[in-house]
């Protein structure tokens, strides 16, 4: 048989059942479902994000502040202007912990336990080092500037909690609690089941197995946080 | 629980490492545009604009190339893909309703 | 992948489990078996199911007899019922539960959880689900879920009160009413739990459908009860997650002193924290995002059951397969873009109301379809009038009444006067309550035999339909005079307004009729529980049907088939195919010379509708073929 009819009884019996339409196994498939009601999660969200944030329009009293005005610290480098740097280095770390997971995932198609298991480590540890820097960038807004804000009722309010805070109105604080904060449980669930994967491989039971498709289910997950974390490094922060 | 059927994976190119590097380097290349973009351009609803459609190439590479789709066979793509459709629709009616609640306040 | 257990083929999904002894736990209670787990939605969602009808008939009683006592009210209900009075604080909270119960726990889980988890192994030919153990985790949350909901009935303050699609500042704010406090609380951590559910199970049954298919099991081969649970776990999946943000939310307004959907609620009515900034209707978009999906999460299955049920039992090939299937898919798309129609009075923005009136009427076009397709189904059938069948049609009957003052209602001018009065209550109450109890029950009768091995009692399931069928038309018909009429839903009672009190017999009417079909679930449940002990025993294909879960044995063996996987070599409804020696055909018999499943049986022409009545007149094959090229897509 020539090889373009074999192509053609492949394409033919792809819908026909007897296997996956997709070559994906059903672990995978499973995880892709899972990720697209997940990124539906995120989208509420954001939508509420929207829908408040355009409802605060042209509204003088309480404007919607400017990022730049309040994410604008850096560790160490107390009372400078520096604004969205800290973002940009965590955006920095997560994107760089996905591209140590694709090449874990990659080096697992090669079956080079090793690689795995080193890169699965760095992946690990960018997971962590984004969550300290999340918790760095916590406290700075939970504490807020020195001066503060004089609230209508004669209170001084420095920085941020979910009942009001000195940046703008309510719902900036509420809203960036909230968002991030689902962001962040994703990148700690995230680091939690990489780290579970990793004992894993050193153990070898992916060796014994045969694939690592394992790896590369985890490795969709934690795309799929970086993936989110660029839309709400844009809604966020850029715009 | 974790055997595969036979299947026969669509193999991503043999330079899969070149490509995964590549790949890092645009997603860092676009983040540093969106940087300076934000302090040259002023603010208004182009810019706002411009940044979502950044963000949405940052989303293709790593959906495409990090998270395997570009080399997954075409339906899986259109399977994911699609419902977005639906979030679109909900983000821009949602932003009208935004905006109709400052208008009536 | 592993090979030594002789039923472990060509699909990936640990069979480990059915090879060592099975205890009492792990076959009963822990189980991983999809027909067990099938079983354990049903019994829960009748339990469910049984509570929501007798609340129904608790305030049903209030309606109509404002004033007098019924001592027995105490005895039940404690100091709700003091005097024999309903508490109205507890009327709320009836009104509540009961929707809760019924939209979520009896028909979104019971329906199409008991179903799904049933059929699709069965239909598209698999050992199991893709995952049986996210398959017992999804049953074991709704468990939970069911458990904390009935919890919250006996906690102080009474359980939620505001309504089923609890809106805030009355779920938002503590103390707004009594039924906002602990009661709301758990209401929304029983739902978030139902949402977990939802998720892991319409994760499974997408996956079990696009990848496990046996081999000739062609998308276009699906039994459309597939199709439609398909359809409805995609639905399911990208709705309830919305759900998940909308009350993560809430519960942050509710407990953290947030502002997202409370505006200007000055401090000392928000437990001491001023409330600026958010909006209410923001909540509503979100929650009907979920909401007007969830109407067809509820519908589809039962619509689904239908098909099968119809074409099984009228001996024809379902009418328009191909226009069934894209009306599914057509459906499933607009329920996503037209959830505002529940909002027209909120005060949103109009020019949005244009866009939803626009879209839920465009609705009627693939309901029709499928209406007509039913009828045209039955038309000329060899009606085997089994309760399944009856069922069956009133579901038919319950989609046309129901649906047609959606066409009402779906007008925003139209809207703005029926909006929240009893004619909405009978709207939903007959196209989506009734219609899909119809197609639930219809789906019992079906496949009990299926699921239990023995057969239901008939005389009692036809008392049992007719009782209901009548009951719910008595029901809810007169209740389109009152909403007419301008009678708001979820009030106490309607006797303090003058205008309302020529509505005090056709109450006590309503009032009558939901009492006897309250019996006539009496009558069934007896029928189901009775039937599963003593019931006759069953012979492996009870309904001479085509599809593949009748070619498994009658006893119940993890995975399904004891040999191989039977191969498919044709659609599910060769029915009365002329030339064909019994009035069936299994799915799993290939036609003579067809040896690839992947092939197309033999091209017999058959014109089903006159296949039972070969004196037919040429002028009805002629309307029929231009119906068939109407509504069939006619498949050649």
Redesign the interface.
Known sequence: MSNATTLTAEKKGIWGGGRSPFSVSYGKLMMWVFLLSDAFTFSSLLVAYGFIRYSFHGNTVTPWPSPDHVFNHFPFLHGMHLPLMFVSLMTFILIFSSVTMVLAVEAGHRMAKKEVANYMLLTILGGIGFLSCQAWEWTQFITGTHEGKELFNGIIMHGANLHSNEYGPTAFGDLFFIVTGFHGFHVFSGVMINITIYLNVVAGTYEKRGHYEMVEKVGLYWHFVDLVWVFVFTFYYLI | ??????????E?PKD??AQ??K??WI??GF??V??GL?FILP?NMG??IL??F??VV??YF??G????MKF??K??PY??VT??V??I???T??????????F?? | MSNQHSHNDDHGHHDAHGHHEETFISKYVFSMDHKMIAKQFLITGIIMGTLGMAMSLIFRLQLAFPDMKFPFLETILGHWGKDGKLDPNFYLALITIHGTIMVFYVLTAGLSGTFSNLLIPLQVGARDMASPFLNMLSYWFFFMSSCVLCVSLFVEGGPASAGWTVYPPLSALPKAIPGSGTGMTLWLVAIILFIASALLGGVNYITTVLNMRTKGMKMTRLPLTIWAFLITAVLGLLSFPVLLGAGLLLIFDRSFGTSFYLADIPADLAGGIERVGGSPILYQHLFWFLGHPEVYIILLPALGITSEVIATQSRKPIFGYRAMIGSILAIAVLSFIVWGHHMFITGMNPFLGSVFVLGTLIIAVPSAVKTFNYIATLWKGNLHLTPALLFAIGLVSFFISGGLTGLFLGNAALDINLHDTYFVVAHFHLVMGSAAIFGMMSGIYHWFPKMFGKMMNNTLGYAHFWLTFISAYCVFFPMHFMGLAGVPRRYYANTAYDQFNVFVDMNIFITIAAIVGGIAQLFFIYNFFNSIIRGKKTVQNPWKSNTLEWTAPVEKIHGNWPGEIPHVYRWAYDYSKPGADDDFIPQNIPDEGQTDPLDEPNATVFEHSHSHSPEASQKEVVMFSGLKKLFGFAKS
Not at chain 2, 1 to 10: G, Q, R
Not at chain 2, 65 to 68: A, G, I, K, L, T
């Open positions: 629980m974790e055997h595969t059927e036979h299947l026969e994976h669509t991503p899969m490492k995964i590097w790949t890092f997603l860092l983040t540093i969106d940087i934000y603010s810019k706002n940044f979502i950044l963000g940052k989303a790593i959906v190339v990090f998270m395997h997954e066979r339906w899986l399977l994911i419902p977005m639906l979030v629709y909900l983000i009616l949602m932003i009208i309703e935004g905006g109709y609640t400052s009536v306040r």
